[in-house]
């Protein structure tokens, strides 16, 4: 592994395209943890307009990195849409230094935050196309370190922000993160692509990012080969796993959400606990990720995602009972497996459903987490201003519960006419 590793160093762009990739990753993970905060703190938003806020920008971010997606890979202009991504980050984060009236912050979050949300798969697009690799299994090696270079950024990268938010405010963090965007489209200005890259772009979502939304990291379509080819599931086994999904997504985005807001308002935390969370949360998912990675083809998967469900059901509800900051901490613990899971085992589940459209899977499983973390905008402010944090929870636990039985996909219909006989035998006088 080091000497593979090594061997990347000698890439050509390999170094400048990790640097990029790393001021991506610290400027993201700076401001993702905080946004609620500010919203809420200096804007003075309510959760329902908070929920309203973070959904819109959330869509905004779906089809700007649609839109992103589908003209790259037909006109190849990979760097050019890049780098403006990253000036609409830079240009989003500066305004919201000087912006607080609701209507134009929703107006700096479609159009700029929303469409800079894009820079996170056009970054690897972009290196598929410049990384001068012929061999695909050395390019896919090279992708996914720069995917971890991403993720471990997420460790460090909350408890540097919240450092800056003590010492400079909303002020000092979103230029300090316009500051990282700039710094990544300077690196990214002085390279091109290279005539050895590959013009496809490749999925760039990645594990390990708690503001992800549990996009995750996808293999390259070049490296899939459909486990039982000539097997298709029922629609109805397709429909379950995609509803999980979408219910699995929705909750991780909520807790994205609210839980920063919950710490720092409802159990009188400090920023520095939210980042400790964050980064504790990240730094479990890398090792946990690899271990499932390695085994990932000899796990039952849908047991695995039925039990991270379940996993996930009683970290909502620990977190509702908790009565302090300290215990929450290491709560972090669970959610971080729910993720690894669902990041590992996830999208190979949905392409063993649907062996012989592996595209149309994994475009399915990755639709799944985004109508999720569109939907948690709205519904987690709505939660939050009729039930409270615990309550929003609480119904946070119900939902993965409900993702947990999908997954397990129980006899319904054998259940159903056994509780029925019982309650006739219940009702029929005793002879």
């Known amino acids: 592994m080091n000497t593979r590793l090594f061997s990347l160093t000698r890439i050509p762009f390999f170094l400048p395209l990790a640097g990029a990739t790393l001021m991506l990753g610290v400027a993201m993970s700076f401001t993702a943890p905080y946004l609620s905060l500010f919203s809420v703190e200096q ?25 992103a997606g589908k003209w790259s890979d037909r006109h190849g202009h990979h760097r050019g849409l890049l780098l403006a991504a990253l000036i609409a980050s830079s240009l989003g984060f500066l305004l919201l230094c000087l912006v607080r009236n609701y209507a134009a912050l929703v107006a700096i979050g479609v159009v700029f935050l929303g469409a800079g949300g894009s820079a996170m798969s056009l970054v690897f697009s972009f290196a598929r196309a410049a990384l001068p690799v012929d061999d695909a299994a050395e390019r896919s090696f090279a992708l996914a370190t720069l995917r971890t270079v991403l993720s471990m950024a997420w460790v460090f990268g909350p408890s540097v922000g919240a450092l800056v ?33 590959d013009a496809h772009s490749a999925p760039a979502h990645y594990a390990g990012d708690p503001s992800s939304l549990l996009e995750v990291t996808a293999p390259d379509t070049d490296e899939f080969v459909p486990p039982h080819a000539g097997v298709s599931h029922s629609r109805a086994e397709i429909w379950r796993a995609t509803i999980a999904m979408t ?13 920063p807001l919950y710490v720092v308002h409802g159990m009188h935390g400090t920023r520095i606990d939210v980042s400790v969370m964050l980064g504790l949360g990240a730094f479990l998912e890398i090792p946990t990720m690899l271990a499932l990675g390695a085994r990932g083809s000899r796990l039952d998967k849908q047991r695995w995602l039925a039990s991270s469900a379940a ?28 993720v690894s899971v669902i990041s590992c085992l996830g999208m ?28 948690s905008g709205v519904l987690s402010g709505a939660l939050v201003a009729a039930l409270g944090y615990r309550g929003t929870f609480l119904v946070c636990g119900g939902i993965a519960l409900v993702a947990a ?23 029929q006088p005793a002879r």
């Open 165 to 197: 938010l003590a010492a400079a405010g909303f002020y000092g963090l979103f230029l300090f993160a316009a500051a990282c965007f700039i710094a990544c489209g300077a690196i990214v200005w002085r390279m091109h692509d290279s005539p050895k890259g």
């Open 43 to 67: 804007a003075d938003m309510s959760p329902l307009r908070l929920g309203v806020f973070m959904t819109l920008i959330a869509a905004s971010g779906v089809v700007a990195s649609a839109f």
């Open 348 to 375: 190979t589940y949905m392409q063993d459903l649907m062996p012989r459209t592996p595209g149309a899977a994994t475009a399915l499983f990755f639709n799944a987490s985004r109508v999720g973390s569109i939907l």
């Open 247 to 259: 219910l699995v997504g929705l909750a991780a985005s909520a807790t994205m959400i609210v839980l």
């Open 405 to 427: 039985v999908l997954f397990a996909n129980p006899p319904f219909r054998l259940i159903a006419r056994r509780l029925v006989a019982w309650w006739q035998a219940r009702r």
């Open 311 to 338: 996993v996930h059901m009683i970290y909502f509800v620990a977190v509702a009972a908790s009565q302090s900051v300290q215990f929450l901490i290491p709560m972090q613990a669970f959610n971080a497996f729910v």
